[in-house]
């Protein structure tokens, strides 16, 4: 498996297992105003860091390149930065956090772009056709 894929991978459990701990916290209490960071958590971290995983396993020519790498810092730390206030924001109403979450979901966007491009370009380099010289 591609480096990267096992990144994302491994990524992914962790902010499954986040997701997962939100989820028991809320269901303890009763109390469920943090479920949109529980929902982020799990969407964002767990799910789409797992297909983005999964499409580089699928496409090893992509994966070997270094934008993959970019992508998988970039949409990773954008996560770091923006799902901790999302969670504050929501489960204790600090609000004051919204700068940094916004930071946080522009880099998350960032990373995003970055896979639709990886999506839509070709796997191989396209190569010019060469013009035998004229004789």
Same mark, same amino acid.
């Given at each position: ?35 949109? *960071? ?6 964002? =971290?767990?799910?789409?860091? *797992? ?21 998988? =810092? ?27 979450? =916004? ?7 960032? =990373? ?24």
């Amino acid at each position: 498996m591609p480096r990267v894929s096992e990144l994302f991978f491994k990524t992914a459990i962790i902010f499954f297992l986040l997701g997962i701990t939100i989820g028991i916290k809320m269901g303890i209490s009763g109390d469920h105003g943090a479920f949109p *960071a529980h929902a982020h958590f799990n969407l964002l =971290g767990w799910v789409t860091s *797992a297909i983005f995983g999964g499409y580089y396993a699928l496409n090893p020519a992509k994966a070997e390149r270094r934008l993959a790498m970019i992508h998988y =810092g970039l949409y990773t730390l954008g996560l770091v930065v923006m799902l901790p206030p999302l969670y504050l924001k929501y489960a204790y109403g600090m609000d004051a956090v919204e700068p940094i979450l =916004g930071i946080g979901s522009l880099i998350v966007a960032a =990373g995003v772009l970055i896979f639709a491009y990886m999506v839509f370009s070709p796997a191989q380099p396209v190569r010019s056709a060469t013009v035998a010289p004229a004789r």
